[in-house]
């Protein structure tokens, strides 16, 4: 039977070596994992250690390597689910500037008095190999359609006139611009 610090210690000895060669496994497995990003996925290993080595029941069914490889994987799944929530959240609070109202009740895109294109300024004759052609290529024509009618100005009652469509297959398709998916391309 070995104490808690006969644990840390065999886990953590030569640099971790022990420790580390559980993790790296689980690490190549995520993918897209930079170097920098290492030493905080080896941090969060060194806590659930800490963490099991306490925890850890002798009379349980798994051994100590399982039981903690087990939670470690747990831990790091938590980790990236976590950083990608945080890489969807904002994306959803944009607000078009059709919603945004200024205190006089006008709306944005009302008082900014400019004929300025954005895309036209940002590619100008340069449209291929583009994000904003990458973004437009996941879609489907009807979905660039809407797109074009947004960017110059419709607003949704005109759109599904316009394309004679019901408000929920509208809806489905605006979803569909809108999803995190496709707009990650222009980020």
Sequence with gaps: MMNIDQILFMYCDNNMAKLKRI???MIVKIGGVSNKDYDDFYSIALDVLNDTALRYDEDQECNFDGFLAS???????????????????PAKMVDSIHNLITED??????IIPSNFDTY??????????TKIERYLNNLSNI??????YLVQG???????????????DY?????VIQAYENVKILM
């Design 23 to 25: 993790c790296q496994p």
């Design 154 to 168: 419709y607003d949704e009652k005109e759109i599904r006139e316009s394309l004679h469509m019901s408000k929920k």
């Design 105 to 110: 009740g006008l709306t944005l895109e009302d």
């Design 120 to 129: 036209e300024s940002a590619c100008g004759d340069h449209f291929e190999g």
């Design 143 to 148: 979905q660039r359609e809407i797109v074009k």
């Design 171 to 175: 809806s489905n398709n605006l979803s």
């Design 71 to 89: 939670n470690i994987k747990r831990k790091f799944n938590t980790e990236i689910r976590d950083r990608n929530r945080e890489k969807r959240i």
